[in-house]
Structure formats: C-alpha cells, structure tokens
C-alpha cells in the first residue's frame, strides 16, 4: 500500500503521522511511504531521517494526496485539505467531528474512509489512540493553568503551591479519566490542593486508593460541581464522551461568580467544551477573559510540545496503521471490533452513533456498509 504522510498546516502544529521509525516499519511491511517535505522539520525529524528509514519525501501535499491510498495524519483535515481527499481513500487521524459539521460535511462528499483515532477502542473499554495524547494534554493543562494564574496573564496573581504560610490554590478537575488523572497528579506534584469530580463512582474509588488523602474526591451532581468550581483558582475541564459533543458542566451563571483572575482549562475543546463560555483558541493566542476570569481553549494543546506528543502518538497508532495497510481497510475493520469503532465516515455517510446524533444526521451500520 502507498501511505501519504503529509505536513500538518493547523495552526502551530509541529506534531507528524508518522516518525521515521514508523516508516520504518511500514517499508519493512513491504509498503512505500511518502512524507511531505519537512513535515517533520519542527520536532527535528529531518528529510534525510525519513529517506535512511525508506520514505520517499514528496514536496507538496497535493501530490501526497493523489498519490497514496492511505493518508496518515496527527489533526483533523484542514479546508484545503477535504478538496484533496477522494473516494476510497483512507484517512486515518483525529477528527472530533461532533462539534464539526462543516469538516463532517466535506469528509463525507469526498468519499473517503475516515478512521478517527479519538473513537478506536480496546479490550478494556478504553480509548488507547486518544489516551497518550490525553496524558500530555492533562499534564500541560496544570502547566498552562499555572501561567495563566499569573498577573500578567490577567490570572488571580497566585502559585499552585503557595509557600509556608500562605495557602496553596484550589485546583477543582472535572473528569477522572487518563487527561483528569494526569492533571491531578501534576497538580499535586506542585502541592495544590486537588479535587476530582466524576460521576463514575468506581472511578472515584480507584483514584481515593491510588492517591489516598493528597486527593479530594467527589460525585459529580449540579451543587457540587457549583459549589467546588465557585471556590476554585483553577478548574480543569477533561471531560469526554467518546465521539460525542462534551457536556456543559460549568454554565455561564456560574462562570459569572467565580473569583476574579481564575482560570478555566478546556482539555475538551476539541469535542467542544465543557464550559459554556468556552470556544477554541490556538498556541498563536491561546486565552481570551470572560467575566474576568481566564479562559485557556487551545484545541491542540499537546501541539506545544510536538515532539514528546508524535513519538508517544506514533507507539499507540503504528499497529493500527500496520493493520489497515497490511489487510486493507475492508479486512482490518472485520478482524479488528476494536479498530471497526474508529470508522466514521464511510462513502459518504456518518458511521459513528454518537456524531451522527450531534450532527442531527443519519447513523448508518458499519458492518451493513462494509458487508454490502
């Protein structure tokens, strides 16, 4: 199979598909891999890395298109990028296409066969392609949060941790999954004090027997969300509903009465956030205030540090990619349930309930398309 690896254009994003080490394997697989021209320049994979592991270096996107059957990439298509796509290609990356209508719209006339890393599941009901860059943006959002507390970032002037006798902020973290777990372990790590809110009750248990009393838990119901957002200096939003538009668990009434220079991190923005008063920023300008308090909506967070997010992305999505080229789509998805569930558009139609439902379009079985 020949796999298109072309360069990211979304703003200030530096992370790639694939590594030269990924290339690698693809080539050893008896696969040819074209890689656009410094695609990888920004995390210091140089063309000449890509060319010892057996890549042809392409030098633009439109022939990367064209030419490959399978086009692997890190973010979701980009306008220019839809024009390019055609019937039966694959496309396999992150998508978030819930809050997207426009990009779902453009995927599904392309044509192509869109496998969303965001909705590829596991044996053990996780998310294994969404979890590693779930880990980086959850530890970053503690790191972002802490700049954005300072004055000159409009924040509430305070340090995560306090120092001997003055009191250390109040981190409030709704969602206790891998992105709400690495956000209160960098918390704590600063000596914040840390409180997770979630509705999995299990969850809850698992985080009181790992973390102990360095950790606050609560069931997440209206009064207690108000409640601890109210009294916080920082809220993390790391909230997710798999394939789904996140919930709006922080309304704008309560935004309005939290404490001057607080700050709100939106880890769900790519599934269009958790806070009502949230919409999507960029690394270029990443806060914006609302009723003076700081809001953080970066949709690639684990952009900011590229390198650490491809390699990490790389090892989760190499034997998925291996699969599709080996086998072919078609093969790959009936072998693989698991791999079946990143399907979301195929041939012009929505294959994923839970974006469908958000689009207000028609949900469409896979095994009915795939088997047809």
Same mark, same amino acid.
């Given at each position: 199979?020949? @796999?298109?690896?072309? *360069? ?13 080490? =990924?290339?690698?394997?693809? #080539? ?24 010892? %592991?057996?890549?042809?270096? =392409? ?15 890190? *973010?979701?298509?980009?306008? =220019? ?8 290609? @694959?496309?396999? +990356? ?11 719209? /453009? ?12 909705? #590829?599941?596991?044996?053990? /009901?996780?998310? !294994?392609?969404? =979890? ?33 006798? #003055? ?16 956000? %209160?372990?960098?918390?704590? /790590?600063? $000596?914040?004090?840390? +409180?997770? @809110?979630? @509705? ?10 790992? &973390?102990? !009393? ?9 009064? %207690?969300?108000?409640?601890? #957002? ?22 704008? $009434? ?32 990443? +806060? ?28 989760? +999505? ?9 086998? /072919? ?24 309930? %839970? ?7 028609? &949900? ?9």
């Amino acid at each position: 199979m020949r @796999i298109g690896v072309p *360069k990211e254009i979304k703003v200030h994003e530096y992370r790639v598909g694939m590594t030269p080490a =990924a290339v690698r394997e693809a #080539v050893h697989h008896g696969h040819r891999v074209m890689v656009q021209k410094d695609a990888g320049l920004g995390i210091g994979l140089f063309d000449s890395d890509y060319e010892t %592991a057996g890549a042809e270096i =392409a030098a633009t996107p439109d022939e990367i298109f064209e030419r490959a059957d399978m086009i692997v990439k890190v *973010k979701e298509p980009q306008h =220019a990028e839809w024009k390019m796509l055609r019937e039966g290609q @694959i496309l396999f +990356t992150y998508l978030h296409l819930a809050p997207d209508p426009e990009q779902a719209r /453009g995927l599904m006339e392309s044509g192509c066969v869109a496998i969303a890393y965001e909705t #590829v599941t596991d044996q053990r /009901g996780g998310l !294994p392609l969404l =979890a590693p860059m779930s880990e980086v943006a959850g530890r970053m959002s503690i790191q972002a949060g802490a700049h954005c507390l300072e004055i000159a970032q409009g924040g509430r002037g305070m340090l995560l941790g306090g120092v001997p006798g #003055v009191a250390a902020s109040r981190v409030v973290v709704l969602g206790g999954g891998v992105a709400g777990t690495n956000a %209160a372990r960098m918390a704590m /790590g600063l $000596e914040a004090h840390v +409180t997770v @809110i979630d @509705i999995n009750l299990h969850r809850l248990y698992e985080l009181d027997m790992q &973390f102990g !009393p360095m950790l606050n838990t609560i069931y997440s119901t209206v009064d %207690a969300i108000e409640e601890y #957002v109210l009294g916080a200096d920082l809220v993390i939003g790391a909230v997710l509903v798999p394939g789904a538009a996140a919930p709006k668990l922080v309304t704008e $009434e309560m935004v309005k009465k939290m404490k001057k220079g607080s700050v709100l991190v939106d880890i769900a923005i790519d599934q269009g956030g958790c806070f009502a008063t949230s919409h999507p920023t960029t690394h270029a300008d990443p +806060t914006y205030v609302t009723d003076e308090v700081v809001h953080y909506c970066v949709a690639n967070m684990p952009g900011a540090v590229a390198r650490t997010s491809t390699f990490a992305l790389n090892n989760a +999505t190499l034997p998925f990619t291996l699969s599709l080229a080996d086998k /072919g789509y078609r093969q790959a998805l009936a072998d693989n349930q698991h791999l079946k569930a990143g399907l979301n558009v195929y041939e012009g139609k929505l294959t994923y309930r %839970a974006v469908a439902e958000a689009l207000g379009a028609p &949900f469409h079985e896979a095994d009915s398309l795939l088997g047809a």
